[in-house]
């Protein structure tokens, strides 16, 4: 189903962004530093020195008693334990919020143990609950990413809707250049694009608005999620920014295809047009599932000079993790130039005569010719 709504009322829904542990502190940092409109921040940390150093206008300290201040020593249970000991104020400081983003870095203390808890309370408070994490990047240690994982096993029975960001996709972003704080500074830019890209949606007047209800109807009680954003500029800017967005799930292994919902932010200059709304919106619904619920609105930003940003958020997998790869609706173009940028990224990918017809994931051949600028877990990793 396929809707196109223009809703002019008034939207007063309260969304809270809080971040666990200092992955979810960094993350939230910089949204309050890019001015993230209509939401309130706040972070929990175990850690006073790390609480001292947020911009965050609302700052709880769990487990003083547990931790005295010092941290959780990436032990997750010290990070539980600690969440627990502050249930009380977490809950008091959630109070009164329609849709509550929980961020973390997962795969250390606070922000691993920590998270799970502080959806739940968040859930119990009757909000729309979506968690937004990193995974560590592989250098960090097996340890991290096994922390890492039996924190997503945990996040995922608490919350309405998870997503998660795999740190390793982003060494290839900036080669062999990249710097160390260049790519954390990545990883915390794309949770910010994940929460303004739902929450824009919301509080941002456009020309098609969505009403709180349309999101919650997409997003809750729907597990893994995944997400794609693509921008880009000129003639073709509107195709090229929609294929970029659904040709690069961050999920490995996953496609648009297969699920139940899909919340589309298209976000241009004031000289978008109909057309090219029709355009990508269209694109997007001939590789989705023809019976998906798809919603989407429009956010005028006057910074958005010539190019349009697409984000898509795909809800609904019935097991996102192990889902197997899906023969693409697209793939009926047949034959198509690898310089064309009107022909969607993965089918430019070079491909065997027998796999004509599957759409893999992985770095198109080209990368190589892509602007930087646009993430890398957006393009393809190579397998």
Avoid: W
């Amino acid at each position: 189903m396929f809707e196109l709504t223009e809703v002019c009322i008034e939207n007063s829904a309260r969304i809270k962004v809080i971040g666990a542990g200092g992955g979810g502190g960094n993350a939230v940092n910089t949204m309050i530093s890019y001015s993230l409109r209509g939401v309130d921040f706040m972070i929990a940390n175990t850690d006073s020195q790390a609480l001292g150093a947020s911009n965050a206008p609302v700052k709880i300290q769990i487990g003083a008693e547990v931790t005295k201040g010092l941290g959780a020593g990436s032990n997750p249970d010290i990070g539980r334990q600690a969440a627990l000991e502050s249930r009380d104020e977490i809950r008091r400081q959630l109070e009164g919020a329609d849709m509550i983003f929980i961020t973390a870095g997962l795969g250390g203390g606070t922000g691993t143990g920590a998270a799970p808890v502080i959806a739940q309370v968040a859930r119990e408070s009757g909000a729309l609950t979506v968690a937004v994490v990193t995974k560590p990047f592989q250098f960090e240690g097996k340890k991290r990413n096994l922390q890492a994982e039996e924190g997503i096993v945990q996040l995922r029975d608490v919350v309405d809707t998870l997503i998660v960001v795999p740190n390793q996709r982003l060494l290839s972003l900036g080669g062999r250049g990249l710097s160390l704080l260049d790519a954390f500074k990545k990883a915390d830019d794309i949770l910010y694009q994940a929460v303004k890209g739902i929450s824009d949606l919301i509080v941002v007047p456009g020309l098609i608005n969505l009403d709180f209800a349309d999101v919650k109807n997409i997003m809750c009680n729907m597990g893994m999620a995944l997400m794609g954003t693509g921008t880009a500029s000129g003639e073709n800017r509107a195709v090229e920014a929609a294929q970029r967005a659904i040709s690069s799930p961050l999920l490995e292994d996953n496609t648009i295809q297969g699920a139940q919902g899909i919340l589309l932010s298209i976000t241009g200059g004031p000289d978008m047009s109909l057309y090219e709304v029709n355009e990508a919106s269209s694109l997007i619904q001939a590789e989705a599932h023809e019976d998906a619920n798809i919603i989407f609105g429009t956010v005028i930003d006057e910074n958005m000079r010539d190019e349009i940003r697409i984000t898509v958020i795909a809800t609904g997998f019935e097991d996102a993790m192990k889902k197997k790869q899906a023969p693409s609706n697209v793939a009926h173009l047949g034959g198509f130039r690898k310089e064309d940028l009107s022909t969607p990224a993965y089918l430019r990918k070079e491909k065997s005569r027998d796999q004509a017809n599957v759409l893999t994931i992985g770095i198109n051949d080209e990368s190589q010719n892509v602007d930087i600028d646009i993430p890398t877990f957006l393009r393809r990793q190579a397998d």
